[in-house]
């Protein structure tokens, strides 16, 4: 069992969350992990002179981030603004991956970065498929 499912077990939920904790689980390591790659992607990219893959991956960083905190707090949601914030997270993570895509032929930690981002996206829908739609 790992950390954070051991640390959801933790917790009392509320009744009302409205969202799968399983669902939950993959949605948040799915987003650290895109957060990191698209760390390090921003970092090499700066030194390949690649600016704007650079701002776009650090962009996706923040909103993953977000979003992966907003999550690790169930007894504050409110089910539209965190439909809200995992919209806007695979919106960044789409564009990301778009980014990345340009230049993973000659670049591997721009592929790696897209792939982290594509799995993000799959699991937010994922993620948002399992909410309540109260």
């Not at 650090?58 to 089910?79: F, K, L």
Request: overall charge negative; glycine content about 6%.
């Amino acid at each position: 069992m790992s950390m954070m499912a051991d640390m959801m077990g933790s917790m009392t939920m509320p009744d009302t969350m409205g969202m799968d904790m399983t669902m939950m689980q993959q949605c948040v390591e799915a987003c650290s992990a895109a957060s990191m790659a698209a760390t390090m992607c921003a970092d090499a990219d700066a030194g390949e002179n690649m600016g704007r893959c650079a701002s776009m991956c650090m962009s996706c960083a923040d909103v993953a981030t977000a979003t992966m905190r907003m999550m690790m707090r169930p007894n504050g949601y409110d089910m539209g603004v965190m439909r809200s914030m995992m919209t806007a997270c695979m919106a960044m993570g789409e564009a990301c991956a778009a980014e990345c895509d340009m230049h993973a032929d000659m670049s591997e930690h721009c592929r790696i970065c897209a792939s982290a981002c594509r799995a993000m996206v799959s699991a937010c829908q994922a993620a948002m498929g399992s909410m309540a739609t109260a």
